[in-house]
């Protein structure tokens, strides 16, 4: 087999090695077009789980980097003065110069082909040459530009400058200090690599950059200003360079990885954010599963394919934890006034990747003080404690998000609804939603849809409020209303989720006259007068609602529904007062908000649900959606309930765990209204982690509902919990331990005999 490689970076070096260690018979050249000694950049970190398949494939190389790797376990935050540390998360850094000088020698040893200061044939020729050609040509790849058609390539350029510089002492932990200058906020990322040298990343914000005057300084100037904004943490020190320049990072994702006989492999195929330390560590582990599976393949086709399989997803979920530690970053200004130990724990959360309960296992002690900072009593996890909204006070922070069930007749809830909505609050969350109860009979999203425009289903809804409050003290339960608009008219979820009925439909309306989708039903435009009636419709349900005994009730102005149709523009395509500007498009939802809060006890909360993005061009951003969340704060709402998509069908959602988070979390600290954060958020230790940081109030769960009634319950005794903010009902005491699941004092082996 013969083997090209473009790129003699660490991935494509390190793939060579591997190679040939496997097949010495394989004749394996790399071209790199720079000389052995020029590299960007300084130090590279690799992490545990790196080291242990370099170790298993070639232990030569991994006893090579172990005699030279720094080793640390101790990260400092040092914001306004003061500085945090938590230890125990084990890093390893060698200088990258290093790390090229010893994979250089292994593929020299194994006799590799390494071509220096050569710009490799065009990737045609290479591959009419060679049995497999291996682009590791980085970020600004040709193979990739070449073949584009094919793979497919997606760049995203985001919003902060940095610089990759140095400096010739060594911090003795990862350190991130933030300065807060008349520009704007800055930041710098700090390790060491060497005895005494460190790698110093300073980033901000594009503006910052443009506004501390960057942009006109030489390369000299532009070290002597970082090195004099962060005097304290270099104390005093300079910073050198090595071609350093200021740069925008972009992410890379291609929708194929390769083409032909030509493959992708590191920053050539995927990028991630150099703050979660990911591009050397990716680029090693493309080269490893790429050598495993041509090892394992009857041929280089099924080899490649098998390649691509087994690394794709795994990129994207660093990825996912990358673009979260990114904007995290972008959006750091939102967190300065934070609590300085929140502040700290939110930094170390920022990816998703730590968590509460994996932090709080490294360093009990520094995640024990944020927890007293917080306010959670001894032993108390941050999900028990309380919240108050107006005159109610939850006893925890997990919601039974609103999950429509279709199971009504004529709107009237029945036995179902009874049982499911009541063996939810026996399970001890602090909130238990309804789902979306319509406000007439054709503002029902299908025929199974519960409502609240009669009486006969307010008293069949106090049937349900009077069994919580009196079997499940304590727990709340909240009432969703809402209108289908041009949803409406459709099948049960489980005959086809927004499919109209083929028998017996009723007419909708909305916003804009537009289908949701090709085949579906085209709604009238809502003329002034149909307004009033709709907007009366909501005020008599929540009167209705309030008789029934809710203690909360939340409009619905997300996914799509009648007034999530007025405020996102891709369906609200009006030209009269309801249309056109973001304060045009409220002008609907705030009436009604208005007329429902009107008639909803004084001392019972309100809520709002949006759609804070609709995944797709042209539609709400994330300032509307802080101007949306303001607006409704200004009119009364007691918390936005923060969801995305589902307003049209185009979307196309960015999934991954607790994916809405990030708009829930952007409101909270732009608009300063306490926020439920839904969307993918699956253990309990995700929403510790989340209320922890100051992201979210509140969380709502949906689908662990419904795997598990009692999930809160369950999650407290998880957790070695009992206390006030997780309640057991009495007949239920005798199942607050787990049981055991099997026999577990089976007697040990003693002896270990060899033949």
Known sequence: MRVAIIGGGPGGLYAAALLKRLDPARDVTVWERNAPDETFGFGVVLSDETLGGIEHADP????????????????????????HRSGGHGFAALGRHRLLEILHDRC??????????????????????????????????????????????????????????????????????????????????????????????????EEVWRAAGFEALDPRESLERCAKIFADALGGRPLRSNNSAWTTFRTVVNDRWSHGNVVLLGDAAHTAHFSIGSGTKLAVEDALALAACLTEQPDVPGALAAYEEERKPVVASTQRAARASLEWFENLRLYLRQPPRQFAFNLLTRSRRVTHENLRLRDARFTESVEREFGCPPGTPPMFTPFRLRGLTLRNRVVVSPMDMYSATDGV????????????????????????????????????????????????????????????????????????????????????????????????????????????????????????????????????????????????????????????????????????????????????FDAVRAVWPAERPMTVRISATDWAEGGTTAEDAVGIARAFAAHGADAIDVSTGQVVAEEQPEYGRSYQTPFADRIRQEARVPVIAVGAISSWDDVNSLILAGRTDLCALARPHLYDPHWTLHAAAEQGYTGPGAV????????????????????KPRLTLSG
């Open 413 to 592: 809830p029945g036995d179902f609804h009874l049982v499911h909505l009541g063996s939810r609050a026996l399970g001890g969350a602090g909130l238990v939603m309804t789902e979306m109860v319509c406000v007439s009979e054709e503002g029902r999203i299908t025929p199974g849809c519960a409502g609240l425009y009669t009486g006969r289903q307010a008293e069949a809804w106090r049937r349900v409020t009077d069994f919580v409050h009196r079997q499940a003290p304590g727990t709340a339960i909240g009432v969703q209303l809402g209108h289908s608009g041009r949803k409406g008219s459709t099948k049960l979820m489980w005959e086809g989720m927004d499919e109209p009925l083929p028998t017996g439909n009723w007419p909708v309306v909305a916003a804009s006259p537009l289908p949701y989708r090709p085949g579906s039903q085209t709604p009238r435009q809502l003329s002034r007068a149909q307004l009033t009636d709709i907007r009366e419709q909501f005020a008599a349900a929540a009167w209705r609602a309030a008789r029934a005994g809710f203690d909360l009730l939340e409009l619905h102005c997300a996914h799509g529904y009648l007034l999530s149709g007025f405020l996102s523009p891709l369906t609200n395509r009006r030209t009269d007062a309801y249309g056109g500007s973001l304060e045009r498009r409220l002008r609907f939802p705030l009436e009604v």
């Open 728 to 747: 057991w009902p009495a007949p239920y005491r005798a199942g607050s331990r787990r049981p055991r699941t099997g026999r577990t004092d089976a007697p």
């Open 60 to 83: 030569v190389v991994h006893e090579a980097l172990q005699r030279d790797f720094v080793r640390w376990d101790d990260i400092d935050i040092v914001h306004r003065g003061i500085r």
């Open 108 to 205: 020299r040893s194994l006799g590799v082909s390494l071509r220096f200061s050569t710009e490799a044939p065009p990737v045609g020729r290479l591959a009419e040459d060679h049995d497999l050609v291996i682009a590791a040509d980085g970020v600004h790849s040709t193979t990739r530009e070449t073949y584009a058609p094919v793979f497919r390539p997606r760049v995203d350029t985001h919003r902060c400058r940095y610089i990759w510089l140095a400096t010739d002492f060594a911090f003795d932990a990862f350190r991130f200090e933030i300065a807060e200058t008349e520009h704007g906020v800055m930041q710098l990322h700090g390790y060491p690599y060497a005895a005494g040298a460190s790698t110093v990343i300073v980033e901000m914000r």
